[in-house]
């Protein structure tokens, strides 16, 4: 593991940083008929960054909206909306908040808790951090992405239809991922 400090990350400035959703898509893909994989995104979501002057002592929130679902089939998103996946009526959110930052390699190791459906996980988000830029209005920005899999059992979302070839719809594991820029708050 490489130790992480303010030096080893180029630009790096303390500090909070909010979520620009213009430039952010948070995703995920699972496994479909065991040949291809469904894709789909949540439109409306919220985060926060507050980095320390230590960086491996900041923290990450994450809110997303679980009816936001967007797949581009509306029936999907529906059926989605209900009881069998993310019940949004009784769990409107899904949250991440971080537990701790680490560097293995090339890659940040984002740790934290994940909580959908009421069930909170730990979990570790694998990413890359893209740099901090100032774009033409003069705000500081900074950009990463990660990824993560979690077995979505494991959050009480277990509906599934056999198929007629053997096997089951829907796979088990859900790769969460994030593509996120955000902006130093003045």
């Not at 180029?10 to 995703?27: F, K, L, M, S």
């Not at 979501?45 to 679980?66: H, I, M, R, W």
Request: aromatic content about 8%; overall charge negative; hydrophobic content about 40%.
């Amino acid at each position: 593991m490489t130790t992480i400090t303010a030096d080893t990350i180029p630009g790096y400035r303390a500090g909070t940083w909010v979520i620009d959703p213009t430039h952010t898509e948070i995703g995920f893909s699972v496994r479909h008929l065991a040949i291809s994989k469904v894709r789909g995104v949540f439109e409306r979501f919220d985060a926060t960054v507050v980095a320390a002057e230590n960086p491996a002592e900041s923290s990450v929130t994450v809110t997303v909206e679980v009816a936001s679902i967007n797949t581009n089939n509306a029936d999907r998103d529906a059926h989605l909306r209900t009881n069998d996946f993310f019940a949004p009526e009784q769990f409107p959110t899904m949250t991440f908040v971080s537990t701790g930052l680490r560097v293995d390699g090339d890659h940040f190791l984002l740790d934290g808790d994940l909580t959908l459906r009421g069930v909170t996980k730990p979990i570790t988000l694998k990413g890359e951090f893209g740099g901090i830029a100032t774009d033409p209005w003069g705000n500081t920005k900074a950009a990463a992405s990660g990824t993560a899999v979690i077995n979505r059992h494991d959050f009480g979302v277990s509906w599934n239809a056999a198929i007629e070839t053997g096997g089951f719809l829907l796979g088990d594991d859900v790769t969460l991922t994030i593509d996120a820029q955000f902006a130093l708050q003045a």
